[in-house]
Structure formats: C-alpha cells, structure tokens
C-alpha cells in the first residue's frame, strides 16, 4: 500500500488534531500536489463535555491508568467521526492524524510527551492508511518534539523577498521564524488561549471569551503582567516547548484576589501578545510580515493587543493564513496532513533547529486498515 500511494500525483489526505486548548477536534481535507496544497474541505467539532472533562483529568494527574486506556481509544472513536464526516463517503488516500496532547514533558528525565487517540480505530473505521504520534520519533533523537508546525510553515509561507513570522494562538502560542535566508527557527513562546479559556470557564462558565467580550471591559494591570512576565519559562533560551503542566488552570491561582476577573482577562490577553513579541525581537533585522493562525485571531481583542504592542516594531502587515490558501483554523490540521504525506514518502518533517534534535527525523508511526 505503501509503494501504490507514493506513485499517487495527487493525493488526497486528511489531517486531524486537537490542540492544548481540547476543545474541539479540527480536520482539513486537502489535495497535495508537489509544491502545492490545496484545501478542500474543513470541519471542527466540539468534544462532549464528559470527554473535554475526562482529558482535562488526564492533564490534571486526576485520572487512573484504566482511564487512560479507555479515553485513548474513546478519543480514537471521535476522530474517526470527525473524518467520516468530513469525507462524506468520498474516499481518502492517507490520514495524519495527531491526536491528543495529554502530557508534554520534554524536560524531565526521560523525556516523554503522551498523544491519545488510538489510530487503529480511525484506520478500521474510514478503511485508510493511517499516519499518528508524530512527537515521539523527535523526541527520541533528543529534541522537545515541539514545535512541529515550522516545517509546514516554511513550505507554505517560505519568500525571496520578506521574512515572515508565522503565529499559531492555540492553547499555546508558537512562532515559526521563515527568514528570506538562513534557517527556520521555532518556539512555545508561552500560552496563547489557554490561560484565557480558564477564566472564562472560572467565570462565565464557557469554555472561551467568545470575541473578547469579557476582556473587553477590562484593563491590563501592570503589575499582575510584571510578576507573569517573571515565569521562569519566558527566561529560557534555545529550544522550548512548554503546555498546561506550566501554564494549567493553576496559573492565574495567585492573582485571583488581586483583580476583577475583567481585568484579568485583558491581562491574560496582555500577556499572550507581549511574550509572543518578545520572543521575536532578539531576530529583528529588518520588516517582516506577521501571519496569524489558530483560535486567537477571531479575539479581537487579543488582536488588538497584538497590534499595539507590535509599535516600534519594522512590521511591515498582520495578516492570516488566507492570503497562502488556508484558513486561520486549518492551519495545524493541514500541516499534519503535509507531514503524513512526507512520511509515507520518506522524508524527514521535524525541523532539527527548532526542536533541538541531533537530526532531522521522519515522523510518525503507520497504521493499516483491516
């Protein structure tokens, strides 16, 4: 199966992820066709809320083994879903899916990270070829296994003529660099959503601020933005990767009695875009254009933020994924359908400099279908 799919001019191939935000399943449908991807179709789905809860436990160290193993193939169950559903009874020539992050340690010893969403069910379920657990092959050469996004950041956004800043604002938030020359560079610049959702599940409720309503009526408390800035995460130098074991539902914990919950929120928010332009001054030079992807850029406000705090930069446009063919929402989902189609070809997709790995590595395991 394996040599009839590489003889494919066009294939077809459908990525999936759900990101440290858990909120929803994403899947991009797209048609690979040498140096060009195309999106066909996108769709997201929303866990059930017993499931996002389940996750949430696992995250948390709330959760036993046993429940490990069952989200692991419940999870596996959804994604098949989301896949049928997208493909509408079309056939597809290969999935890459990522799965669920529910542990990334990359600085214990060992280093481990942990995706569930058992791929042999998605294969058994849509009858294709299955590529998953894309993390551990880089973490195995001694690299973070993340970022991963770079390498499809710089296939699709790579210009002569401008660098460009990629931003995904997922749970996380990541910047590919994909300079005119030199090398690709990537990095957790700390949390994008993740710290955000928390209180708007805190205090409205609901999983997310939905267009920054909340964060709307606040301000920014300086002082609570200081002491965050102080994390010791936003020190670190090199290679980094960071999830909800650093900036979980605990994070805000301490500044709980320090502010209303609006202003914590626009801090939050505050705190997203500063350390995201923080982590990209030390590589200024000259103009570059910045592409935003992810959750984030449908909050206003946090875009807002994003622009302000952008003043003084050599910004030359913020700008979305649109522009390159996408959406703002497809872009991890594609990018994992791009990596799938490079390891069923046997080509590296980990970029070595972003992950600090002693190489490049393919990526992935191979699941067939029944």
């Known amino acids: 199966m394996i040599v009839g799919y590489r003889q ?31 999106l066909l179709r996108f769709a997201s789905r929303p866990y059930p809320p017993e499931t996002r809860e389940l996750i949430f436990a696992l995250m948390e160290d709330r959760a036993s083994v046993r429940q490990l193993s069952r989200a692991h193939f419940l ?16 056939k597809v020539d290969l999935i890459g899916s990522h799965g669920q992050t529910v542990a990334h340690l990359p600085y214990e010893t060992p280093p481990s990270t942990l995706q569930i969403g058992e791929a042999a069910v998605i294969a058994a379920r849509t009858g294709a070829l299955v590529v998953s657990d894309f993390r551990t092959a880089d973490l195995a050469l001694g690299g973070q296994a993340a970022p ?45 959503n993740v710290v955000s959702d928390a209180l708007a599940e805190r205090f409205l409720g609901q999983p997310a601020d939905f267009e920054g309503a909340m964060a709307a009526t606040g301000r920014v408390v300086p002082e609570i933005l200081s002491e965050m800035l102080r994390h010791p995460y936003f020190a670190g130098t090199g290679p980094k990767s960071t999830g909800r074991e650093d900036f979980g539902r605990d ?14 929120m626009r801090t939050a928010l505050a705190l997203t875009a500063e350390t995201l332009l923080n982590s990209l001054r030390p590589l200024l030079t000259g103009s570059f254009e910045m592409v935003v992807g992810g959750g984030g850029y449908h ?22 994924f649109e522009e390159f063919g996408i959406t703002a929402d497809a872009r991890e989902a594609c990018a994992f359908a791009l990596m799938a189609h490079e390891t069923l070809h046997g080509r590296p997709s980990s970029v070595a400099t972003v992950t600090g790995a002693r190489r490049p590595a393919v990526l992935g395991k191979i699941s067939f279908p029944s």
Request: charge should be negative; hydrophobic fraction near 45%.
């Open 251 to 264: 994070f805000f914990e301490p500044y709980l009695e320090k502010a209303q919950p609006a202003d914590l």
């Open 299 to 320: 909050n206003p406000v946090l875009m807002q933020e994003l622009r302000e705090r952008a003043a003084g930069l050599p910004l030359q446009r913020l700008i979305g």
């Open 8 to 38: 494919l001019t066009a294939p077809r191939v459908l990525g999936m992820i759900s990101g440290t935000s858990a909120d929803a399943i994403d899947a991009a449908l797209v048609q690979i066709e040498g140096r060009s991807l195309r």
């Open 148 to 192: 991963l996004v770079p390498y499809f950041d710089a296939w699709l956004l790579r210009s002569d003529s401008v660098d460009r800043a990629a931003i995904n604002i997922g749970g996380m938030a990541n910047v590919s660099w994909v300079p005119r020359n030199g090398e690709v560079r990537g990095w957790d610049s700390g949390p994008g």
């Open 75 to 90: 999870v596996g169950e959804l994604f098949a879903e989301v896949a049928l559903a997208l493909l509408d009874g079309e």
